[in-house]
């Protein structure tokens, strides 16, 4: 099967998609919603309280532990005091029991009495007091609604007047602005006469038709993603979008998930980007290296998006899902449905282009053991995005090739460490062109105006985009795409361009085609034009530990896992290790370390900078690298080959013949494999 990604085109047709949510009608002039009267409508009407109790038998162990986290209680005013108040509500709405209606009010009472404000603790407590009122409707005094209303209004307000209107396509945007705007306004209609309930209502309303589902729908495209990677996407950006589309359909009776992509295809992405070898989403852009689907993060929810879709996979995705904390079960059995069948992933295609991100992730099977690769070239839409276009990660049984860092915020740290390495070119595994005169704009996130950053010799720094009505197709955010792509049996093929990433006063073109011969050969072809002959281009590659280098073979170890790098291209290579400590974070001459947070291991302090002795105006790059084993390493495994306008390589491995050519004028390959004598596929590739 053959897919191709033209993503300015692509993106101009989901845009088209995501303006037409309701029938037919533009997000934004769609009339103003009828709320449900009577309480409950947040997640739960009264007709779905025979289904809960049913549910309660169906999950006898979850709700079991429920029962015990509904008496608990937290004083800390913040997230424990919401988690404890969200538990004992639906308790108490289930049973009527009065022991958790007192628990619950201990806890509201807490949050309203004693909240501290701030940007995440504050949305949460508007999500928990919204609903244990109206889950615990009938059973408070209008004493007690009155504080309740007003703390959340109180609350909401802070989350409107004082943070941030983040980008539509930030998770701070969903988190801080849209989820506290609708659960103000749906838990409280219709039961006091405060103008800000109105407000709060249009306010939310415009919010999620006209900018959060626009922008989801955008990022996620025909195919599921969302452009901060997955350290922000789980939290701070689906779990607010899947609760907020939950309580629209509630309190509305209008579903939007169906007109949703971004929930219908989230769980095939996060499928996608697991590690096969610890189970953790693959290290992009700004997530801690620890980044799991776990009920720390509230992950649950994937139980609502199976649900809502009939997703046998985000089933089989939220029942991956430790469940450590009781607090955190009540999603289980709100919303995991028993008659849908989890659907694992060993049946799925074991490579997957996400066209809009401009993602390719691939791996050699749906076994722990298995290779696993990233290679991605896309858009920059999203203040959490790295300068990384042209970038790939290889892992099998351990981390190879990595995308290097820790995820460190905190004063004093935003505008050294991830402003000149973390969030840099030099922190990927992709290439580097060096004019020693560019300057780059530093700051704490891209564009800002302060002093200079280090010059990496990478990519430009750009602001994101702030509302989902910039992004034309011919708007500046299109810096990388996906040219080809292609997926078979033998072979995941793709290449990108990045030229447009770079300052076009350096840079005239980069096509990096990556070629995944399974199960552990990979082949890079880099083709890369200088406006400077002079301009030193740096192939680069980020490990764990001190990669060994022996002419042209490097070899990556990371206890079980072994890479083996081979340099073809340049002939006259100079292959240099940079790292170790006090130069983790190596960049212009000066080390960029984190301040306040420790280095970690996995974070990785080495990388290999393959350069040409000397420069031209058009330098290519070839690599042949293995997972396991060396047959690469063998002199006679791996040779140059040169005919006009292709350049490729005759690699014997993995007991096959492969000839691989890669045009120098577009993107294109051919791919000949042959096995004991006989060719078993001799294709041109688009």
Same mark, same amino acid.
């Given at each position: 099967?053959?897919?191709?990604?033209?993503?300015?085109?692509?993106?101009?047709?989901?845009?088209?998609?995501?303006?037409?949510?309701?029938?037919?009608?533009?997000?934004?002039?769609?009339?103003?919603? =009828?709320?449900?009267?009577?309480?409950?409508?947040?997640?739960?009407?009264?007709?779905?309280?025979?289904?809960?109790?049913?549910?309660?038998?169906?999950?006898?162990?979850?709700?079991?532990?429920?029962?015990?986290?509904?008496?608990?209680?937290?004083?800390?005013?913040?997230?424990?005091?919401?988690?404890?108040?969200?538990?004992?509500?639906?308790?108490?709405?289930?049973? *009527? %029991?009065?022991?958790?209606?007192?628990?619950?009010?201990?806890?509201?009472?807490?949050?309203?009495? *004693?909240?501290?404000?701030?940007?995440?603790?504050?949305?949460?407590?508007?999500?928990?007091?919204?609903?244990?009122?109206?889950?615990?409707?009938?059973?408070?005094? +209008?004493?007690?609604?009155?504080?309740?209303?007003?703390?959340?209004?109180?609350?909401?307000?802070?989350?409107?007047?004082?943070?941030?209107?983040?980008?539509?396509?930030?998770?701070?945007?969903?988190?801080?602005?849209?989820?506290?705007?609708?659960?103000?306004?749906?838990?409280?209609?219709?039961?006091?006469?405060?103008?800000?309930?109105?407000?709060?209502?249009?306010?939310?309303?415009?919010?999620?038709?006209?900018?959060?589902?626009?922008?989801?729908?955008?990022?996620?495209?025909?195919?599921?993603?969302?452009?901060?990677?997955?350290?922000?996407?789980?939290?701070?950006?689906?779990?607010?979008?899947?609760?907020?589309?939950?309580?629209?359909?509630?309190?509305?009776?209008?579903?939007?998930? +169906?007109?949703?992509?971004?929930?219908?295809?989230?769980?095939?992405?996060?499928?996608?980007?697991?590690?096969?070898?610890?189970?953790?989403?693959?290290?992009?852009?700004?997530?801690?290296?620890?980044?799991?689907?776990?009920?720390?993060?509230?992950?649950?929810?994937?139980?609502?998006?199976?649900?809502?879709?009939?997703?046998?996979?985000?089933?089989?995705?939220?029942?991956?899902?430790?469940?450590?904390?009781?607090?955190?079960?009540?999603?289980?059995?709100?919303?995991?449905?028993?008659?849908?069948?989890?659907?694992?992933?060993? %049946?799925?295609?074991?490579?997957?282009?996400?066209?809009?991100? /401009?993602?390719?992730?691939?791996?050699?099977?749906?076994?722990? %053991?298995?290779?696993?690769?990233?290679?991605?070239?896309? +858009?920059?839409?999203?203040?959490?995005?790295?300068?990384? *276009? *042209?970038?790939?990660?290889?892992?099998?049984?351990?981390?190879?090739?990595?995308?290097?860092?820790?995820?460190?915020?905190?004063?004093?740290?935003?505008?050294?460490?991830?402003?000149?390495?973390?969030?840099?070119?030099?922190?990927?595994?992709?290439?580097?062109?060096?004019?020693?005169?560019?300057?780059?704009?530093?700051?704490?996130?891209?564009?800002?105006?302060?002093?200079?950053?280090?010059?990496?010799?990478?990519?430009?720094?750009?602001?994101?985009?702030?509302?989902?009505?910039?992004?034309?197709?011919?708007?500046?955010?299109?810096?990388?795409?996906?040219?080809?792509?292609?997926?078979?049996?033998?072979? =995941?093929?793709?290449?990108?361009?990045?030229?447009?990433?770079?300052?076009?006063?350096?840079?005239?073109?980069?096509?990096?085609?990556?070629?995944?011969?399974?199960?552990?050969?990979?082949?890079?072809?880099?083709?890369?034009?200088?406006?400077?002959?002079?301009?030193?281009? =740096?192939?680069?590659?980020?490990? !764990?530990?001190?990669?060994?280098?022996?002419?042209?073979?490097?070899?990556?170890?990371?206890?079980?896992?072994?890479?083996?790098?081979?340099?073809?291209? +340049?002939?006259?290579?100079?292959?240099?290790?940079?790292?170790?400590?006090?130069?983790?974070?190596?960049?212009?001459?000066?080390?960029?370390?984190?301040?306040?947070?420790?280095?970690?291991?996995?974070?990785?302090?080495?990388?290999?900078?393959?350069?040409?002795?000397?420069?031209?105006?058009?330098?290519?790059?070839?690599?042949?690298?293995?997972?396991?084993?060396?047959?690469?390493?063998?002199?006679?495994? !791996?040779?140059?080959?040169?005919? /006009?306008?292709?350049?490729?390589?005759?690699?014997?491995?993995?007991?096959?013949?492969?000839?691989?050519?890669?045009?120098?004028?577009?993107?294109?390959?051919?791919?000949?494999?042959?096995?004991?004598?006989?060719?078993?596929?001799?294709?041109?590739?688009?």
């Amino acid at each position: 099967m053959f897919w191709s990604c033209a993503p300015v085109p692509t993106v101009a047709v989901i845009m088209c998609a995501a303006a037409l949510l309701v029938g037919g009608r533009v997000c934004g002039d769609a009339p103003e919603p =009828t709320i449900r009267t009577g309480h409950p409508r947040l997640f739960v009407t009264p007709d779905d309280l025979p289904r809960l109790t049913r549910q309660t038998a169906a999950y006898p162990d979850e709700w079991a532990r429920m029962l015990d986290a509904g008496l608990w209680t937290s004083d800390d005013a913040g997230y424990g005091s919401a988690r404890a108040l969200t538990t004992a509500a639906l308790v108490y709405l289930i049973t *009527n %029991d009065e022991r958790y209606l007192r628990n619950a009010l201990v806890n509201a009472e807490t949050i309203c009495r *004693n909240h501290r404000f701030n940007q995440y603790a504050s949305p949460e407590a508007v999500f928990a007091l919204a609903l244990a009122y109206d889950w615990c409707y009938h059973g408070l005094s +209008p004493a007690q609604r009155e504080e309740i209303q007003q703390a959340i209004l109180r609350i909401a307000d802070y989350c409107r007047d004082e943070l941030w209107r983040h980008s539509d396509f930030c998770n701070h945007f969903a988190l801080e602005k849209v989820w506290p705007d609708v659960f103000t306004a749906l838990a409280l209609y219709g039961d006091l006469p405060d103008p800000r309930v109105e407000q709060y209502l249009k306010l939310g309303s415009q919010y999620l038709r006209a900018h959060l589902l626009p922008a989801a729908n955008l990022m996620a495209g025909t195919t599921g993603g969302q452009f901060e990677g997955y350290g922000y996407d789980s939290w701070g950006y689906m779990r607010p979008l899947a609760y907020v589309l939950e309580a629209w359909r509630t309190a509305t009776g209008e579903d939007l998930f +169906p007109s949703c992509t971004a929930t219908a295809n989230n769980a095939l992405w996060n499928i996608y980007g697991r590690r096969p070898f610890d189970g953790k989403q693959e290290h992009f852009d700004d997530a801690g290296l620890e980044q799991a689907w776990s009920d720390g993060n509230e992950t649950h929810f994937a139980y609502l998006i199976a649900r809502r879709h009939r997703d046998g996979r985000a089933q089989w995705l939220g029942d991956q899902i430790e469940r450590r904390y009781n607090a955190n079960l009540w999603p289980v059995l709100l919303w995991r449905d028993p008659e849908i069948s989890a659907v694992p992933p060993s %049946d799925l295609p074991t490579a997957r282009l996400f066209d809009s991100l /401009g993602w390719v992730l691939m791996r050699s099977s749906w076994e722990p %053991d298995a290779t696993f690769a990233s290679f991605q070239c896309g +858009p920059f839409l999203a203040g959490h995005q790295h300068l990384d *276009n *042209n970038s790939f990660t290889i892992h099998k049984r351990a981390l190879l090739a990595i995308d290097p860092g820790v995820n460190a915020y905190g004063e004093g740290q935003r505008t050294d460490y991830r402003t000149n390495y973390y969030s840099r070119t030099i922190a990927h595994n992709t290439i580097t062109v060096y004019d020693p005169h560019e300057t780059f704009p530093g700051g704490p996130w891209a564009g800002d105006d302060d002093s200079p950053a280090a010059n990496d010799g990478g990519q430009i720094r750009m602001r994101a985009a702030e509302r989902v009505d910039e992004v034309t197709p011919d708007s500046r955010f299109f810096v990388g795409r996906i040219a080809a792509y292609r997926h078979g049996d033998l072979y =995941t093929y793709a290449v990108g361009d990045a030229t447009r990433s770079y300052s076009a006063s350096k840079l005239r073109l980069f096509r990096r085609h990556f070629l995944y011969l399974p199960p552990d050969l990979f082949v890079i072809f880099d083709q890369v034009e200088a406006v400077d002959p002079s301009f030193r281009k =740096t192939w680069l590659l980020h490990c !764990v530990d001190e990669p060994l280098v022996n002419g042209s073979i490097s070899t990556v170890v990371n206890g079980p896992g072994r890479l083996t790098v081979r340099t073809v291209l +340049p002939r006259d290579a100079e292959i240099t290790v940079v790292g170790g400590p006090g130069r983790e974070c190596w960049v212009d001459g000066r080390n960029w370390p984190p301040i306040e947070k420790e280095w970690e291991r996995d974070a990785g302090a080495w990388r290999l900078e393959v350069s040409p002795a000397r420069p031209a105006a058009q330098d290519l790059f070839l690599h042949v690298l293995q997972t396991d084993g060396a047959d690469i390493a063998l002199p006679e495994a !791996v040779s140059l080959i040169e005919q /006009g306008g292709r350049v490729g390589v005759r690699v014997s491995a993995q007991g096959r013949r492969y000839d691989v050519t890669f045009s120098t004028d577009g993107p294109s390959a051919h791919l000949a494999v042959v096995e004991d004598g006989r060719h078993i596929l001799d294709q041109e590739l688009p």
